[in-house]
C-alpha cells in the first residue's frame, strides 16, 4: 500500500514537472525578439477568457484596432499569430506564399482526415493532391460548357422544387445543399443523385452537421487541449460522422472498380482509380484509398457547404432588400428575357454581377480562413515568425477592410460598380483565399452563384411569409457564417418569352 501511494505520489510530481516545463516554454516564447505583440496570456489557458468561443473572428477584429495588422494569441498552449486587413493578408498570402503556404494543423482535422486528402494534407501529398484534382476537375468540365450544361439541368429540378410550394412559405437549406451537391457529385461520381435518395439525404446532413460542430466551443477546447479526448463531446460525434461518411465512399469507389474501363472514365473516382492501376506496385504512390476516401470527403464537403450557403444568405438580402432584388430583375428581363442565363451574361450584367460579388463580401462564409503555417523562419512587417507557426489570416478583415470598401458594414453592392454603373473588380474581394491554398473550386463556385441566382432570381420574387416583417440575420456562430433557418416565400413571376 505504502508503495503504491509512493509511486502515485512520484506520477503527481513528474506531472507537475511537466505542466512547470510547458508553462515555462510559453512564457520563454512570448519573449522571443521581436515577436508580434498580444494581450498577455494565463498559464494554462492562455487568452481563451477574452475569446468569443461561438465568434473568434470577433474578438481578433478587436485585437487587430489595438496591436495592429499582425498581433500574437495563445490559446491553450498554442501559440497563434493573427494577420488582418487586406494590405497584410495580401503581402502573406500572395506576396511571401511560399512562407505562409503551409496548411496549419489542429487536432479535429488531423483526426478526420490524417494529413491525406487535399484540403488538411501537407508537403508532397498536397502537392500530388491538388495537382490531380485541378487536372481532373478541368477534364470533367470546371471552366467549360460541359459544367454549365449540368448546373442548368440541375435548376430545372431546383426550379420545380421551389415552384411546387405555389408561393406559400418553405427552408431552402436541404433543398439547396441539394442542388449544389449535386454539381460536384456529378464530378466524384459520374451521375447526379435524387433528392429524396435517402442516402443521398444522409450524407448531406452528417456533412453540414460536422460543419456546425466544428466551430464549437467543445472542438476549440479540444484542438487546445488533447486530454479532452477522453470526455465525450462534439468531437466524438465529428469522428462517428466521418466514419459512416467514409463507410459510404469506400463502398462506393469499389463498386466503381467493379465497372472501371480506362478508356472510358466516367468520374473523378475512376480518374483516380486509374492512376492507382498505373502505380500499382509503387511504394512512393500516393493514389491509395485513404487518399481517395480523405479528396472525395474533402470534395463533397467543400463543393457544397460554402456556395449553397452563400445562395440562402443571397436569397435572404433579397427579401430584406427588394429594391435591390427588382433591380436584379429587371436587368435579367432587360438582357436575358427567358433565355437560360448563362455564365457568360454576367459580362452584359454588371449590377446582378455586383450584387453576386457584394452577397459573397457581405456574408463573410469563412471569416477566420483556413489556418496557414510558416514554412520556414519569417521577418514579416518587422516581426519575427518562427518556422512552424500557427497563422490566421483573417479574412473578415479584409472583405470588411473600410480602407478598400466604402461602406464595409453594409450591404452595398455598388461597392464592385463604377461610376458609369460598370462592374468594378476588387482586389480585396478574397472569399476564396488567395495565394498557394486558394479553393481549387474557385472558377466551379463562381460559375454555380452566377447561374443559380439568376436563375432563381428570373423564375421567382422572394417574400418574406404574411405577418412577418423583418427576420434576425444574424449568422449562426462556427467555423462558417450560415444563416439561421427560416421560412420563405417564392413567389413564381413568369416573365415573357422575349426580352423586355
Given at each position: 500500500?505504502?508503495?503504491?501511494?509512493?509511486?502515485?505520489?512520484?506520477?503527481?510530481?513528474?506531472?507537475?514537472?511537466?505542466?512547470?516545463?510547458?508553462?515555462?516554454?510559453?512564457?520563454?516564447?512570448?519573449?522571443?525578439?521581436?515577436?508580434?505583440?498580444?494581450?498577455?496570456?494565463?498559464?494554462?489557458?492562455?487568452?481563451?477568457?477574452?475569446?468569443?468561443?461561438?465568434?473568434?473572428?470577433?474578438?481578433?477584429?478587436?485585437?487587430?484596432?489595438?496591436?495592429?495588422?499582425?498581433?500574437?494569441?495563445?490559446?491553450?498552449?498554442?501559440?497563434?499569430?493573427v494577420?488582418?486587413?487586406?494590405e497584410?493578408?495580401?503581402?502573406?498570402?500572395?506576396?511571401?506564399?511560399?512562407?505562409?503556404?503551409?496548411?496549419?494543423?489542429?487536432?479535429?482535422?488531423?483526426?478526420?482526415?490524417?494529413?491525406?486528402?487535399?484540403?488538411?494534407?501537407?508537403?508532397?501529398?498536397?502537392?500530388?493532391?491538388?495537382?490531380?484534382?485541378?487536372?481532373?476537375?478541368?477534364?470533367?468540365?470546371?471552366?467549360?460548357?460541359?459544367?454549365?450544361?449540368?448546373?442548368?439541368?440541375?435548376?430545372?429540378?431546383?426550379?420545380?422544387?421551389?415552384?411546387?410550394?405555389?408561393?406559400?412559405?418553405?427552408?431552402?437549406?436541404?433543398?439547396?445543399?441539394s442542388?449544389?451537391?449535386?454539381?460536384?457529385?456529378?464530378?466524384?461520381?459520374?451521375?447526379?443523385?435524387?433528392?429524396?435518395?435517402?442516402?443521398?439525404?444522409?450524407?448531406?446532413?452528417?456533412?453540414?452537421?460536422?460543419?456546425?460542430?466544428?466551430?464549437?466551443?467543445?472542438?476549440?477546447?479540444?484542438?487546445m487541449?488533447?486530454?479532452?479526448?477522453?470526455?465525450?463531446?462534439?468531437?466524438?460525434?465529428?469522428?462517428?460522422?466521418?466514419?459512416?461518411?467514409?463507410?459510404?465512399?469506400?463502398?462506393?469507389?469499389?463498386?466503381?472498380?467493379?465497372?472501371?474501363?480506362?478508356?472510358?472514365?466516367?468520374?473523378?473516382?475512376?480518374?483516380?482509380?486509374?492512376?492507382?492501376?498505373?502505380?500499382a506496385?509503387?511504394?512512393?504512390?500516393?493514389?491509395?484509398?485513404?487518399?481517395?476516401?480523405?479528396?472525395?470527403?474533402?470534395?463533397?464537403?467543400?463543393?457544397?457547404?460554402?456556395?449553397?450557403?452563400?445562395?440562402?444568405w443571397?436569397?435572404?438580402?433579397?427579401?430584406?432588400?427588394?429594391?435591390?432584388?427588382?433591380?436584379?430583375?429587371e436587368?435579367?428581363?432587360?438582357?436575358?428575357?427567358?433565355?437560360?442565363?448563362?455564365?457568360?451574361?454576367?459580362?452584359?450584367?454588371?449590377?446582378?454581377?455586383?450584387?453576386?460579388?457584394?452577397?459573397?463580401?457581405?456574408?463573410?462564409?469563412?471569416?477566420?480562413?483556413?489556418?496557414?503555417?510558416?514554412?520556414?523562419?519569417?521577418t514579416?512587417?518587422?516581426?519575427?515568425?518562427?518556422?512552424?507557426?500557427?497563422?490566421?489570416?483573417?479574412?473578415?478583415?479584409?472583405?470588411?477592410?473600410?480602407?478598400?470598401?466604402?461602406?464595409?458594414?453594409?450591404?452595398?453592392?455598388?461597392?464592385?460598380?463604377?461610376?458609369?454603373?460598370?462592374?468594378?473588380?476588387?482586389?480585396?474581394?478574397?472569399?476564396?483565399?488567395?495565394?498557394?491554398?486558394?479553393?481549387?473550386?474557385?472558377?466551379?463556385?463562381?460559375?454555380?452563384?452566377?447561374?443559380?441566382?439568376?436563375?432563381?432570381?428570373?423564375?421567382?420574387?422572394?417574400?418574406?411569409?404574411p405577418?412577418?416583417?423583418?427576420?434576425?440575420?444574424?449568422?449562426v456562430?462556427?467555423?462558417?457564417?450560415?444563416?439561421?433557418?427560416?421560412?420563405?416565400c417564392?413567389?413564381p413571376?413568369g416573365?415573357?418569352?422575349?426580352?423586355?
Amino acid at each position: 500500500m505504502d508503495l503504491d501511494l509512493s509511486l502515485a505520489s512520484y506520477f503527481v510530481l513528474f506531472l507537475t514537472f511537466l505542466l512547470i516545463l510547458n508553462v515555462l516554454k510559453s512564457w520563454n516564447e512570448n519573449h522571443i525578439k521581436n515577436y508580434p505583440p498580444g494581450p498577455r496570456s494565463w498559464p494554462l489557458i492562455g487568452n481563451l477568457h477574452i475569446l468569443n468561443f461561438r465568434k473568434p473572428y470577433l474578438t481578433y477584429m478587436q485585437l487587430s484596432k489595438k496591436y495592429g495588422p499582425v498581433f500574437s494569441v495563445q490559446l491553450g498552449m498554442k501559440k497563434m499569430v493573427v494577420i488582418a486587413g487586406y494590405e497584410a493578408v495580401k503581402e502573406a498570402l500572395v506576396n511571401k506564399a511560399e512562407e505562409f503556404g503551409e496548411r496549419g494543423t489542429l487536432k479535429i482535422f488531423k483526426k478526420m482526415d490524417n494529413d491525406m486528402g487535399v484540403v488538411f494534407s501537407k508537403g508532397i501529398n498536397w502537392k500530388i493532391m491538388r495537382r490531380f484534382t485541378i487536372t481532373t476537375l478541368r477534364d470533367f468540365g470546371m471552366g467549360k460548357n460541359t459544367i454549365e450544361e449540368k448546373i442548368i439541368e440541375e435548376c430545372v429540378h431546383l426550379n420545380k422544387y421551389f415552384a411546387s410550394f405555389k408561393g406559400k412559405p418553405f427552408e431552402t437549406t436541404l433543398i439547396l445543399n441539394s442542388a449544389v451537391a449535386n454539381i460536384i457529385v456529378v464530378i466524384l461520381l459520374g451521375n447526379r443523385m435524387d433528392y429524396d435518395d435517402p442516402q443521398f439525404r444522409r450524407l448531406l446532413n452528417l456533412t453540414s452537421e460536422n460543419v456546425r460542430l466544428v466551430g464549437t466551443p467543445m472542438v476549440l477546447l479540444y484542438n487546445m487541449f488533447p486530454f479532452f479526448d477522453l470526455f465525450p463531446g462534439s468531437h466524438k460525434k465529428i469522428g462517428k460522422n466521418t466514419s459512416e461518411i467514409y463507410d459510404f465512399v469506400r463502398t462506393t469507389f469499389v463498386e466503381h472498380l467493379k465497372n472501371l474501363d480506362e478508356n472510358d472514365q466516367r468520374s473523378l473516382i475512376d480518374a483516380f482509380l486509374v492512376r492507382q492501376k498505373e502505380e500499382a506496385g509503387s511504394s512512393q504512390s500516393y493514389f491509395h484509398n485513404e487518399n481517395l476516401s480523405k479528396l472525395v470527403r474533402n470534395l463533397f464537403t467543400a463543393g457544397m457547404e460554402t456556395t449553397s450557403t452563400t445562395l440562402r444568405w443571397g436569397i435572404l438580402l433579397m427579401i430584406k432588400y427588394p429594391d435591390i432584388q427588382e433591380k436584379v430583375q429587371e436587368e435579367i428581363s432587360r438582357v436575358i428575357g427567358s433565355a437560360q442565363p448563362m455564365y457568360s451574361h454576367r459580362v452584359q450584367m454588371p449590377y446582378t454581377n455586383a450584387v453576386i460579388h457584394e452577397i459573397q463580401r457581405f456574408t463573410d462564409i469563412v471569416p477566420l480562413n483556413l489556418g496557414h503555417e510558416t514554412t520556414k523562419d519569417v521577418t514579416f512587417k518587422g516581426y519575427f515568425i518562427p518556422k512552424g507557426t500557427f497563422i490566421i489570416p483573417l479574412l473578415t478583415s479584409v472583405l470588411r477592410d473600410k480602407t478598400q470598401f466604402e461602406k464595409a458594414d453594409d450591404f452595398y453592392p455598388p461597392h464592385f460598380l463604377d461610376s458609369k454603373g460598370n462592374f468594378l473588380k476588387k482586389d480585396a474581394f478574397m472569399p476564396f483565399s488567395a495565394g498557394r491554398r486558394v479553393c481549387i473550386g474557385e472558377t466551379l463556385a463562381r460559375t454555380e452563384l452566377f447561374i443559380f441566382f439568376t436563375t432563381l432570381m428570373q423564375k421567382f420574387t422572394f417574400h418574406f411569409p404574411p405577418g412577418v416583417t423583418d427576420m434576425d440575420f444574424s449568422p449562426v456562430g462556427g467555423v462558417t457564417n450560415t444563416p439561421k433557418p427560416h421560412m420563405i416565400c417564392a413567389v413564381p413571376r413568369g416573365l415573357h418569352n422575349s426580352a423586355v
